[in-house]
């Protein structure tokens, strides 16, 4: 993030070393402006809550399609303009 600039930032919940809603803290402390969509395969009230109360802008559930994804991205987008 302080060597490149990105439109949107996809992040799992669940990830190897650091969970995303951790990530998600740490990204918003850097580019608050950023939209940042979070997917979990375990869409629980508690898990979509924490995700959108860290700072995600969206959340898609797993499993999903391919265009599923694609349209989350394309609102993700949108959102930011």
Known sequence: LEAQEFDLLLVDVIMPEYDGIY?????????????ILVMSGYPTPETISSGLSAGATHFIAKPFT????????????KAKE
């Open 66 to 77: 391919p265009d599923e994804l694609l349209a989350a991205v394309g609102r993700a987008l």
């Open 23 to 35: 990530l998600i803290g740490t990204v918003r402390e850097k580019s608050p402006e950023l939209p």
